[in-house]
């Protein structure tokens, strides 16, 4: 079946830089993001989503570019601090009708 | 609100026994989901609700495990009998479907299975 998969499975970041976490979604007719981040002995928690008729969207530090030609999505934290280590997840679904699909997670640790 | 809460946080349990995980979610929300976590196959998807109601099952590994809803604040899921291969971390989460999708998250119950 169609599925949402990572690139990377973990990534390591100096604090202070940016940090970029890929995810490649095989679904065309998935049009919901979510990123999600999980922390150690915590369930996910939601960080931001996009819908695709956006191809960014902005919060608090955090960036999602969504490439729909492609089928990939991406988060963007700038500056990275120590308390964003985690896992992060995507999560996809088709007009809110699907229950929410996610990728297998990738581990960003962060270096003081 | 409290958000979503789950109990217990933590089981040790033997081969053999019954084991059941509790839900509440947030006040307001009409959809529950079951998620189960391990190293090995990442987050999987074993049932959800709508209005109390199971819409999807199919992720539920076996017919030893169930979930039911009762009311709109209460959600179970038994594992009968249970097996060394069930230990994970089991997640409940809710949300307002039709006004978002997000779903918020429990902190999970961690079932050791001996």
């Known amino acids: 079946g169609e599925s949402v998969g990572l690139h990377l499975p973990t990534l390591s970041v100096q604090e202070g830089d940016n940090s970029i976490i890929n995810c490649a979604y095989s679904?065309?007719?998935?049009?919901?993001f979510i990123w999600y981040k999980q922390e150690s002995g915590k369930g996910p928690q939601f960080i931001i989503d996009?819908?695709?008729?956006?191809d960014k969207r902005q919060g608090q530090r955090v960036t999602v570019l969504l490439n729909k030609t492609v089928k990939h999505l991406s988060l963007q934290i700038a500056a990275t601090q120590p308390g964003d280590s985690a896992v992060y997840f995507c999560?996809?679904?088709?007009?809110?009708?699907?229950?929410?699909?996610f990728g297998k997670g990738t581990r960003l640790s962060v270096i003081a | 609100d409290a958000g979503v809460i789950q109990s217990p946080r933590h089981e040790v349990t033997e081969m053999g026994q019954e084991v059941t995980l509790r839900c509440k979610p947030i006040s307001g929300h009409n959809s529950l989901f079951w998620y189960r976590q391990t190293m090995m196959r990442g987050l999987e998807l074993l049932i959800y609700?709508?209005?109390?109601?199971?819409?999807?099952d199919s992720g539920m590994p076996e017919d030893r495990f169930s979930a039911k809803m009762p009311n709109a604040s209460f959600s179970t899921l038994k594992i009968q009998p249970s097996e060394p291969r069930d230990s994970a971390v089991y997640f409940c989460?809710?949300?307002?479907?039709?006004?978002?999708?997000?779903?918020?998250f429990g902190p999970g119950t961690r079932l050791t299975v001996t």
């Open positions: 996009i819908r695709s008729n956006m």
């Open positions: 989460a809710s949300s307002l479907r039709g006004r978002s999708l997000e779903q918020y």
């Open positions: 609700f709508n209005n109390n109601v199971p819409i999807d």
């Open positions: 679904n065309s007719a998935s049009d919901y």
């Open positions: 999560a996809e679904t088709s007009s809110g009708n699907t229950p929410l699909v």
